[in-house]
């Protein structure tokens, strides 16, 4: 299995504030990367896949970088909407892996 | 517009069984590969199983191999996940998902339904 390492776990930001979360694999995966925001109570949803390209929707303070093991999922501009906790996951291989989640909170 | 609809979660005891189920519109849900993904109370996300659009392929996590059986229905637009031996690990919120146009991420998910497994 593909191990994922993903940082901080807590992340206290302020609005306006730029935030970047990480996330390092065990192994390569290419850009076989996606993440996810959710919402306490909530289901979570999808941000980016492939690393990189931004779900329909998804306002484009959010970006996201990173091939191989290495990858960034940067929010520019936070907004009071975007406190929530944020997951990455692969899908190069099976079993699918999620990062054990980056909560950022209101500083 | 994309729905999914889970139910069947409930309390059941440890070593019990479960079936949850999916109802999914909006969608030609014949076309795309289907997921199951939980998170037990106040943890992260775990993926649990996969299953192509035709149930070809199936994967599911070490986790759960040998007790959780998924399914799908093409002609009734559903999807299912059979849970047995049911143990205290397996409470969760369980989600159903959509694999993503390019496979492999979950772009669109349900509501959830919880699973308690608890004497």
Do not use: H
Request: proline content about 3%; charged content about 15%.
């Amino acid at each position: 299995a593909i191990w994922m390492t993903q940082s901080p776990s807590l992340l206290s930001a302020s609005t306006g504030d730029r935030v970047t979360i990480s996330c390092r694999m065990s192994q390569g995966i290419s850009s076989y990367l996606a993440w996810y925001q959710q919402k306490p109570g909530k289901a979570p949803e999808l941000l980016i896949y492939a690393a990189s390209t931004l779900q329909s929707g998804v306002p484009s303070r959010f970006s996201g970088s990173g091939s191989g093991t290495d990858f960034t999922l940067t929010i520019s501009c936070l907004q009071s909407e975007d406190f929530a906790t944020y997951y990455c996951q692969q899908y190069y291989s099976f079993p699918r892996t999620f990062g054990q989640g980056t909560k950022v909170e209101i500083k | 517009e994309v729905q999914l609809v889970e139910s069947g979660g409930g309390l059941v005891k440890p070593g019990g069984s479960l079936r949850l189920s999916c109802a999914a519109s909006g969608f030609t849900f014949s076309s795309y590969s289907m997921n199951w993904v939980r998170q037990a109370p106040g943890k992260g996300l775990e993926w649990v199983s996969s299953i192509s659009s035709s149930s070809s392929y199936i994967y599911y996590a070490d986790s759960v191999k040998g007790r959780f059986t998924i399914s799908r229905d093409n002609a009734k637009n559903s999807l299912y996940l059979q849970m047995n031996s049911l143990r205290a690990e397996d409470t969760a919120v369980y989600y159903c998902a959509r694999d993503g146009e390019y496979s492999g991420y979950d772009d669109y998910w349900g509501q959830g339904t919880l699973v308690t497994v608890s004497s």
